[in-house]
């Protein structure tokens, strides 16, 4: 895989947990909820642009 | 006081159809285990204690669909009836958590019993202290780093779902927190693993080494040095002290949610 690819990839990976993120903090009247929705994303956010489990090429 | 011990005598009318079968599966566990008919006694011990690994796993995974089954119970307005007023959202998590909790115990006590036998079985004679060290200190500390945060944070999740059911997209928080959950237990086990044996440990099953040479002869001089050494080092009390305050942490946060969605 070339790193043009994986970097489309994880832009595109970025892109998906910020809408989630979006949904999760516009999807519920819990204050608690949204914190808890967007420690989860920004953890996917976190792992898709500096975590190691991708391949890295 | 009164409203957390209905809450909890609704739980068992909600889940003994669960907590029942569960319980008496040990029978059928006791009756396998009665089943393993090799003749070399060290693999007859080793099979059966799979066995019990296995029923250990299966129970563990009957107690959290046991515990993640959500259902409208403030809704239909029953408790209020019953209590003649809302109770709290933490009430609520608790007595659900304690339920099961408590089924767990009790299921994993009596693992430690059926431990204990086929170790009779296997002619091996535990003294009172090692045989109270495996029916309730082993039971404890599995449940305290293993089995109460699986329960906890399957409760949380659940109640997180369905904090958004009324905006739809459910499978969205239930996805984000599945595959972020790895990411964020990773971070704590690396945590874990460096505070680890930083208090002395929980030393267990000290006088099993004579129990077992009693059985099987003296060992060989260089295990006995080894398995002195993993006898004296006991287990980790770090992990279980983390975990049971996780546990604690993902019960409240289950609460307050609870809280500001249902109440």
Known sequence: MTQAFLIVVRILAVALFAYWGYRLWTGTQSWTSRVLGLFFSAVLIWQATLGTWMITG | MKKFSTLVWLEHRRNWLWS?????????????????????????????????????????????????????????GQYQVLLMSPPSGYTHILARFTYAAGVGFAYFIAIGFLFWWILELAGINFDTRSLFELILAMPFYGMSVVVLPILAYTLLLMVFVSAY??????????????????????WLSEWIARITWT?????????????????????????????????????????????????????????????????
């Open chain 2, 20 to 76: 029942l079968p569960l319980m008496g599966s040990l029978l059928f566990w006791a009756w396998g285990i009665k089943q393993v008919l090799i003749m070399s006694v060290e693999e007859r011990l080793g099979i059966r204690a799979g066995l019990l690994m296995g029923a250990i796993t299966i129970g563990t995974v009957l107690l959290v669909m046991m515990i993640g089954r959500i259902r409208s119970e403030t809704r239909n």
């Open chain 2, 199 to 263: 208090l002395p440990g929980w030393q267990v099953f000290a006088n099993a080494p004579t129990a077992l040479a009693e059985r099987f002869g003296e060992f060989d001089p260089e295990l006995s040095v080894e398995i002195g050494e993993v006898l004296h080092s006991g287990l980790p009390v770090e992990p279980m002290l983390v975990m049971l305050a996780v546990t604690a942490a993902l019960l409240a946060i289950a609460g307050r949610i609870w809280q500001e969605v249902e109440a």
């Open chain 2, 165 to 186: 059911r009324i905006s739809g997209k459910g499978w969205i928080p239930g996805v984000a927190m599945l595959l972020g959950t790895p990411i964020a237990m990773q």
